[in-house]
């Protein structure tokens, strides 16, 4: 980091931001599916659910809903493969 100027160290990406967010709410919603099947965020999954197809209050309908949390936000990477 010696030659690198002051102005470019801390540059944030936004390809990076966007898998970053892309993941958490990919999990959020993946855990949120398997919680409600409790009976708990029943409501939250249901919004989702119009969405998300074939998200429900199910273990494979949580994967499948984060699996579209991740998808969701893929338009602000999907330029690039790997952060760099």
């Known amino acids: 980091m010696k030659n690198v100027p002051k102005s470019q160290k801390h540059r944030l990406s936004p ?3 966007g898998l970053g967010i ?3 709410w990919g999990l959020a ?3 949120t599916g398997w919680i409600s099947m ?3 965020g029943s409501d939250f999954v249901s ?3 119009s969405m998300y197809t074939g998200y429900e209050s199910s ?3 949580g994967i499948v809903g984060g699996i579209w949390g991740i998808l ?3 338009p602000t990477w999907m330029g ?3 952060c760099s």
Do not use: D, H, P
Request: net charge positive; hydrophobic share 45%; glycine share 12%.
């Open 29 to 31: 919603v993946l855990i």
């Open 59 to 61: 273990f494979v309908g």
């Open 47 to 49: 919004i989702l659910s």
């Open 15 to 17: 390809k990076c931001l």
């Open 80 to 82: 690039n493969r790997y």
């Open 38 to 40: 409790t009976g708990w």
């Open 72 to 74: 969701y936000r893929r």
């Open 22 to 24: 892309g993941i958490v």
